[in-house]
């Protein structure tokens, strides 16, 4: 966004409005000019930075200050790790000052963010930031703003996430989010599972890796501070981040991080298809509803005691995934409390509404129980029969009462949506499984054993089921 230009003979600091010479969004612009940017640096502290003028060349309407000569953040991303890691220790002390001064937290912009050669850092005003990128295209945006930034995270958790993805980027030479519009990438930075590092660079040390990723809110260890990743990257300075591998076992490596996240990726549009499809299968459900057809039962179920009630802390365990082969999403509800399982127990619901729709139009239903398919020793599937449940589950109790703990091993069976699902195309469903390992943490809850916690640790593919002529 920002760039040199000669205007009378002197040199400024200049970034273009574009097209924008008129209007409304051209008075928003000019009013904001006199907000502050800032520069800062171990040398001078924080201090204001602002645009002087308006100036105009060549049909362009440009923004402009003094000059400024540096190497802007965008171009550091693409540099090699040795040379941008320091700028990014740099970038990190930069931010937490200003996080202490009037300046405060703002996201950053990689097109605005700029090391300046006298050893500061110069960030150009925010709210001209924001409004400039109101009026360009997402793809303008992409990798200097929506990469870089969380839809839902502000203050130190946002600047962590940004600083976390923009070291992904130098790391492993692509941004962890890369989505086609801005609401397709929202909801991988809210949900994709991204490959750590060490997985993409093979030999990378995983401290390195597990920063990162926590960082972007994957990490096991919890989240981390940006002091915590200034510390870090005073240490990653001082020596070689990527040990030498063989090259069998890196190559070995590579195909596996790659397997995986086209996993991943299949897992993210299935379930993007779902929450699509959710919505539709709501408004099915809340017309049943209204019909009468479920004669009350939201109410009774409100009221009534669980029908768990008096289960052992394993065999509430045990109803909530075997629940899934009987599509009974009530009494999987019954086994958990809060948002535990939820995404289960949407999923459930979706395809339980919808296969009565068809079964009411078609005299039948597409999905079949996996335990069903699973003890008739797995035969052909014909198309459109898919398969949902849980087949090989097995529970290991790693700690007791009275805060239960549970290793759950299964393997999850469901409809898979194709990687053109999300354009809305007409096409034939498949199946597809995967070997799951969850941890389960319990708790009691009006006298109740139920699921408090479900943390997903391991989901790996599984080869699809045969399918059949069509039926």
Known sequence: MARELTDAGTLHLAVSLGTVTTGAALT????????????????????????????????????????VPGLSLEKALAMPAEKALPLMAQLVRAVLQLSESAAGWFPLQSDSVIFTDDGNILFLPPSLDRELRDLRPFEANRETFECLNHPDLKGPQLAAFSVAAALFRIITGRFPFLGSDAADLHEQVRRLEVQPPASLVPGLEQEVSDTIMAGLGRGRRGAVSLSEISEGLSRWQTRDLVHPLGEDLRRSALAAAAAHEASAGRSFRRRRFWQRNWRVAAIVATVVVVLGALGGTVLRNVLAPRVTRGYAPRRVVETFYSSMNTLDHTTMQACVAGRAGQGEIDEVTTLYVTSRVTQGYEGRSNVISAADWDKAGRPPLAPPTTLYGVTGLSLTEEQGEPRPVFLVKYDKWNPAASADADTGADVVPRSEGHSVTDRVWMKTDRGDWVVSRIDRLERLELPPPVTGPAG
């Open 28 to 67: 928003r612009i000019l009013a904001l000019r006199a907000d502050p940017g800032w520069v800062a640096g171990p040398s001078t502290g924080v201090r204001e930075w602002r645009f002087e003028g308006v100036a105009e060349q060549e049909g362009q309407v440009y923004l402009v200050g003094p000059s």
